[in-house]
């Protein structure tokens, strides 16, 4: 299993990923353009595999899919950190510009490339998505999961409207993004 390390620009908050990465794609969403003047590069990893250590602030916005998106950014810095929806419970998406190795993981996929200003620079060796990410060919039992899966970007079209996981961050503190919410 892999491990990656990462953090904001100023340091106070710093996280540690104990998992292999998900899909890894790099998004063309407004929102994602608003964020970061570009595309967003992107990987989705278990929640419960990341550690936080600091206290990231949140925004929450209702995607076009309906799915609530919060997205988590250092108060001091403002760097971009991480990304949760109500359409793919359990898993989190890492910014990753904000790894301390970014190379380490490499993206497969443009999605929401039709929003992309006209300046962009699509590599055109990886797969194109005008919009939302295809979902996986559905296996028996197991679709919902599946499209959560598929969904990388913040903008992602999903369907499912789940539960996020409820995340907690203590000041300073060592702090995983288990889901807590059963203990409140
Ligand atoms: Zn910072
Ligand atoms: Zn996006």
């Known amino acids: 299993m892999k491990s990656y390390s990462g953090g904001c620009l100023c340091g106070a908050v710093r996280y540690r990923i104990t998992s292999d990465p998900g899909p890894s794609r790099v998004c063309w969403c ?9 595309g967003t590069v992107n990987a989705v990893f278990p929640s419960a595999s990341i550690e936080v250590t600091g206290t990231p ?3 929450d916005k209702t995607a076009d899919s309906g799915n ?12 971009q950190l991480f990304s949760d929806s109500t359409g793919r419970p359990g898993l989190t998406v890492v910014r990753v510009g904000t790894l301390d190795d970014p190379s380490a993981i490499r993206p497969t996929a443009n999605i929401w490339a039709a929003s992309a200003p ?15 990410p295809a ?23 999903g369907h499912h409207r789940g539960t996020a996981p409820r995340l907690r961050f203590v000041p300073g503190g060592r702090q995983d993004l288990r889901d807590r919410s059963a203990r409140q």
């Open 118 to 132: 006209g300046w962009a620079c699509l590599d055109a060796g990886l797969d194109r998505f005008e919009g939302a």
């Open 68 to 79: 609530t998106v919060t997205r988590r950014f250092c108060a001091t810095c403002g760097s």
């Open 30 to 38: 407004k929102d994602c353009q608003h964020i970061s003047s570009n």
């Open 135 to 157: 979902p996986p060919a559905p296996r028996r039992g197991s679709r919902d999961e599946d499209r959560r899966r598929a969904q990388c970007g913040d903008g992602a079209a």
């Open 57 to 59: 602030a949140g925004y």
